[in-house]
């Protein structure tokens, strides 16, 4: 009865989501902003309810329930407990359904914890989340349905892909799911500003922490994504700008370009239109992700949907919202008044720089992805890789770090060109004296965008820190901290790129048993292959001590055999020091008793994800600073009122 109990609660919830819109549709075409106090039961009752269903999918999944066709198709009675349990999202449906449920929270959350718009405007919103809700719940109940009974369980199920058995699992999509969705929440807003001609400083501070929230956990689930590949594929990079990598990437560049709009709109009441239509282009690069990934046109491990009428589905359901939402930014956006003006030399100007450079980025992102698609559809092959991405989206990348490190330095509404130069005059010495560093090191051995991103890393790094100069660092507020560390987190990550594509040695050997090694200061010392088994796999295992210059260390490079289904994966070692990261890879024998083996040194490769991690440090401390600077104001005026009333 669980599984029926999950698909009763996915009904009800989109009968309620039905409800939500008619509700608010009413409330709104009649004038009656008190109708809000209906929409927002039915929100908070749709979230419980999707919750209920997504829980009853866990059960199943972690009860090896066989009669499910979901759990039959993607799972096994042997597997751990973890991938059990991560599982649940590791295929179509139940992502899908991880989607829906993430959604349902998120409306109730809005519904029961906004308290910025007016009343008309957030029962505008909470429609409009309904509208996108209604979409799912259809493509689910109709198209997808995670419940689905079969008549003949078998004993055991077919199991889970063995690339996805990784803790990363239980990590990376959710997390990329939780900022899809809030950018499905900043696009609610954005519609329900527009039908309510409401788009102003109010509305953005009210969207802001949905924003940011989405951007910080689209920033770890790209780089958990990022080094779980890293990892597990054993092909030795972090980025192949492989189709469904750049499904997550873009949803990121707008997000990233849509948090700097929205703060300048929270903050100085400007660029109303150019935030409005972000919204609508964050939300829809989340929809074509979710086309990429969920429609059966690529083949990927990340792509779960083989059915063709499910990728029409989700294509008409991208037309429906992206269509609709342009078409109302089209009747709309004339009404929306201007916002503040600005000067030429600002802040402001320089966030609109950093915006338009984001948009080129993710314009030739999406070109680059969707390109191959649309001439295989007329019968011609085409690839495109990374060279392409390097070579076009590379220069735009610096030039946008550039920026970047510029903005902080310049003044909000109006400043002087002379004054900016004045205060870009130690971020250029260090670039200055880091190029003539480099280039007496290393000229000849590093390619001229390594060499550049090295020298604008540097340079950023230090423009990063800059709004901490000559303040009292106890008193300057959390938000600023957290500016701070996410800009110093972009040079860090840059700094790790420019030199992993640099100073990378990489090199392949056919070795016996005993034999050393020798590459990049590295002594590496077969020692023998042995044979092991886990849960649910079997393993040959080559035994090798790592030493440079001192103590060696044990490291165990694997080759996996998985019987349900039947794959052999690779699982690499990796040996991370200060300075970089040591990767090796055990290939197949080859003649003579010899394994074929593949090494790499990768210098300062970590800090690709070490970056990662502080750009989303950062925003989490922005958004704890800004959500705390809200609480004590309306604190200090809750306060101020009840003196004046004794008074």
């Known amino acids: 009865m669980i599984a029926e109990a999950g698909l009763a ?3 009800l919830a989109a009968a309620l989501a039905l409800l939500q819109l008619v509700l608010a549709f009413a409330g709104l075409k009649g004038g009656k902003p008190e109708l809000l106090g209906a929409v927002r039961p039915a929100a908070v009752a749709q979230g419980v309810l999707t919750a209920i269903a997504f829980a009853a999918l866990i059960t199943l999944f972690m009860r090896s329930d066989m009669s499910v066709l979901l759990v039959a198709t993607n799972s096994h009675s042997m597997k751990p407990w973890l991938y059990k349990f991560a599982g649940t999202w590791g295929n179509h449906e139940g992502s899908m359904l991880l989607w829906v449920t993430v959604m349902g929270v998120a409306g109730a959350a809005v519904a ?4 910025a718009l ?5 029962m505008a919103t909470l429609g409009g989340q309904a509208a996108i809700s209604l979409g799912f719940y259809a493509f689910l109940l109709f198209s997808s349905n995670p419940f689905a009974r079969i008549a003949e369980p078998p004993a055991d199920g077919q199991g889970l892909n063995p690339l996805l058995q990784d803790p990363g699992l239980a990590f990376h999509p959710p997390t990329l799911y939780l900022g899809y969705v809030g950018l499905s929440v900043a696009f609610s807003f954005a519609i329900g500003a527009l039908l309510t001609r409401q788009v102003d400083a109010a509305f953005a501070r009210a969207m802001r922490p949905w924003v940011l929230a989405a951007w910080v956990l689209l920033t770890l689930g790209i780089t958990a994504g990022s080094y779980w590949a890293y990892y597990e594929l054993g092909w030795g990079g972090w980025w192949f700008w492989d189709p469904v990598e750049n499904a997550s990437l873009m949803p990121w560049l707008a997000a990233t370009a849509l948090l700097h709009s ?3 709109l929270a903050t100085r009441d400007a660029l109303r239109a150019w935030t409005i239509m972000l919204a609508v282009v964050a939300f829809s690069m989340s929809m074509v992700g979710t086309f990429l990934v969920r429609s059966g046109i690529l083949t ?4 779960f949907a083989v059915d063709p009428e499910r990728g029409s589905f989700i294509l008409a359901l991208l037309a429906l919202y992206i269509g609709g939402a342009l078409a109302l930014f089209g009747w709309r956006i004339g009404s929306v008044r201007e916002g503040a003006p600005f000067e030429l ?4 100007t320089m966030l609109v720089v950093n915006n338009l450079l984001l948009t080129v980025i993710l314009g030739l992102v999406l070109i680059g992805t969707l390109y191959p698609l649309m001439t295989e559809a007329f019968g011609h092959k085409v690839s495109v890789g990374a060279p392409y991405f390097d070579r076009i989206a590379g220069p735009i990348a610096l030039a946008l770090m550039v920026a970047m490190a510029a903005g902080p330095l310049t003044r909000w509404r109006r400043d002087q060109g002379r004054a900016v130069g004045k205060r870009l005059i130690w971020p250029l010495g260090v670039a200055v004296i880091a190029a003539t560093i480099i280039a007496a090191m290393a000229w000849g051995r590093i390619g001229i965008l390594p060499f550049l991103g090295l020298v604008v890393a540097l340079a950023v790094g230090v423009a990063s820190l800059a709004p901490l100069w000559k303040r009292k660092l106890l008193r300057t507020p959390l938000f600023t901290y957290g500016m701070v560390v996410a800009h110093l987190g972009c040079a860090v990550s840059l700094a790790g790129m420019a030199c992993d594509s640099a100073f990378t040695v990489e090199k392949l050997v056919a070795a016996r048993p005993g034999d050393v090694i020798q590459t990049a200061g590295w002594s590496l010392r077969f020692r023998q292959i042995t044979p092991i088994a886990g849960d649910n796999w079997t393993a040959l295992q080559a035994d090798m001590d790592a030493s440079r210059g ?8 694997q080759s996996r055999f998985f019987a349900s ?13 200060w300075d970089g990261q040591l990767y090796v890879v055990l290939g197949e024998e080859v003649e003579g008793g010899r394994w074929q083996l593949r090494i790499w040194w990768k210098p300062f490769v970590t800090l690709i994800w070490l970056g990662g991690i502080m750009i989303a440090l950062g925003g989490a401390l922005a958004l704890v600073g800004r959500e705390r600077r809200g609480w004590l104001m309306k604190w200090r005026a809750r306060n101020a009122r009840m003196e004046g009333a004794e008074a």
Not at 550 to 557: A, K, M, Q, T
Not at 565 to 577: D, K, M, Q, V
């Open 550 to 557: 001192g103590s060696s260390v044990l490291i165990r490079p």
């Open 9 to 11: 609660a996915l009904w």
């Open 112 to 115: 029961l914890f906004e308290r």
């Open 300 to 303: 990927s491990v990340h792509a």
């Open 262 to 264: 929205v703060t300048v």
């Open 345 to 348: 030399v600002s802040r402001e």
């Open 565 to 577: 289904p039947p794959t052999t994966t690779s699982e690499a070692a990796l040996l991370t020091r």
């Open 118 to 122: 007016k009343r008309d405007a957030h």
